[in-house]
T-cell receptor, first 104, second 116 residues
């Protein structure tokens, strides 16, 4: 079993839609949680950290559920520019990524 | 430099050749990571350095893979006797902090290795 698991998608949504990704992790002692974004043939870049109390950055909301060992990312009012692969990272280990395509 | 620099950007090797991939992290960054990313997959952890010390090499797939960071700055990932399954993008990332799990990773553009 992989340490960090994500639904690979793809998710195809229209502009303006709300989309949510989940990611599960196997180590209950994990300490750090992040979401990264990776555009096609580019390097990953930090989207946001994930804190125990949950956190929001504009249209993006991240949550952590330690009891069930998963983190989530919610994107509201999706834009064409949100099209990318979203990678969850737990203790510097990456999931396989979830591909999102936002269509006009 | 301003960001993480990796070289070569592209490398084609014949099966059985040795290759060396270089990473020049952001100046002053203590931590350095190597990842392997196959097509359509997420980055797979290979190894982690804090300064010159290799604290975790649990992700290296075989003894053909070797990494070093002798002076705590530039790092080299060496792959001996390359195999076709080694074909991937090798990503290097650096981080300012020394804590094991905290802080943003800054990635280089990667070295794309193709083994024929």
């Amino acid at each position: 079993r992989k340490e960090v698991e994500q639904d690979p998608g793809p998710f195809n949504v229209p502009e303006g839609a709300t989309v949510a990704f989940n990611c599960t992790y196997s180590n209950s002692a994990s300490q750090s949680f992040f979401w990264y974004r990776q555009d096609c043939r580019k390097e990953p870049k930090l989207l946001m950290s994930v804190y125990s109390s949950g956190n929001e950055d504009g249209r993006f909301t991240a949550q952590l559920n330690r009891a069930s060992q998963y983190i989530s990312l919610l994107i509201r009012d999706s834009k064409l520019s949100d099209s990318a692969t979203y990678l969850c990272v737990v203790d510097m280990r990456f999931g396989a990524g979830t591909r999102l395509t936002v269509k006009p | 430099g301003a960001g993480v620099s990796q070289s070569p950007r592209y490398k084609v090797a014949k099966r059985g050749q040795d290759v060396a991939l270089r990473c020049d992290p952001i100046s002053g960054h203590v931590s350095l990571f190597w990842y392997q990313q196959a097509l359509g997959q997420g980055p797979e952890f290979l190894t982690y350095f804090q300064n010159e010390a290799q604290l975790d090499k649990s992700g290296l797939p075989s003894d053909r893979f070797f990494a070093e960071r002798p002076e705590g700055s530039v790092s080299t990932l060496k792959i001996q006797r390359t195999q076709q399954e080694d074909s991937a993008v090798y990503l290097c990332a650096s981080r300012k902090t020394s804590g094991t799990y905290t802080g943003e990773l800054f990635f280089g553009e990667g070295s794309r290795l193709t083994v024929l």
